[in-house]
């Protein structure tokens, strides 16, 4: 298992790598704190999680590869999680091959 987190303090989308893998983060993140929040300028945090192998009981799913990413994301200023169904963009992962390339910064998409 795997982690990286980040504190993100702009309104640009980034990609962050884990591994091999990309996690594409959409640009409208920071703009989800709450309206109070406004006067400490737009910041959420990126908390990935890689398991390299299904960490589900049953097995994988149909379709599913073998290692599994949990982006999570949460506002700097409440510090509740910022959920996903409420952004206008995904957030879209993309799987390398399995070598375990070098882990950079988050970077613009």
């Not at 299904?54 to 599913?64: D, I, L, R, S, Y």
Request: with cysteine.
């Amino acid at each position: 298992m795997e982690f990286r987190t980040l504190l993100h303090r702009d309104m640009q989308g980034c990609v962050q790598s884990l591994g091999s893998d990309r996690v594409h983060l959409p640009a409208d993140l920071a703009g989800q704190s709450p309206a109070g929040a406004a006067a400490q300028g737009p910041c959420y945090v990126s908390q990935l999680m890689l398991f390299k192998e299904n960490p589900f009981p049953g097995g994988p799913a149909p379709g599913q590869i073998g290692r599994v990413i949990t982006p999570s994301l949460f506002s700097c200023s409440s510090r509740k999680p910022i959920r996903r169904w409420r952004l206008r963009e995904p957030v879209t992962v993309e799987f390398g091959e399995d070598d375990d390339l070098v882990r950079g910064p988050c970077r613009p998409p």
